[in-house]
């Protein structure tokens, strides 16, 4: 034949959006020959390879969290340091002995 078997003959599309269909996927990339297991292989092979360079990062990931919980604690401390010495400089403290009783009254 004189034409492709897989074109369509008097299809009623536009040529605009056959431009813009070409123009949108000029860019594309297909794996292997396009076939469907050809993309599959190439899918689990890029899978492994984002694993492995993944596995480096859990020992940032874990330093990350590690220096979190470090500030988190830390800024506890001082907000409960300040607390204290703020109740010490009013005068009603929150760690004072304990009263006397009088005489003759067991406690």
């Known amino acids: 034949p004189e034409f ?3 074109q369509l003959f ?4 536009k040529k605009s959006y056959c431009d813009a269909w070409y123009d949108a ?3 594309d990339y297909f794996c292997g020959q396009g076939s469907y297991f050809d993309c599959g ?6 899978l492994e390879q984002k694993e ?3 596995n480096g990062s859990t020992a940032n990931k874990g330093l990350v969290i ?6 988190a604690l830390a800024l506890i401390a001082i907000a409960v340091t300040f607390f204290l010495i ?11 002995p304990p009263e006397q009783a ?5 406690t």
């Not at 590690?66 to 500030?71: A, F, I, K, Q």
């Not at 009088?102 to 067991?106: C, H, I």
Request: proline share 7%; with cysteine; glycine share 10%.
């Open 4 to 6: 492709n078997e897989w």
């Open 10 to 13: 008097k299809m009623p599309i």
């Open 25 to 27: 996927c000029k860019n």
């Open 41 to 46: 292989a190439f899918y689990w092979e890029d």
């Open 52 to 54: 492995k360079e993944s």
């Open 66 to 71: 590690g220096l979190s919980v470090t500030g």
């Open 86 to 96: 703020n109740k010490e400089k009013k005068g009603t403290p929150v760690f004072a």
């Open 102 to 106: 009088p005489e003759g009254v067991s």
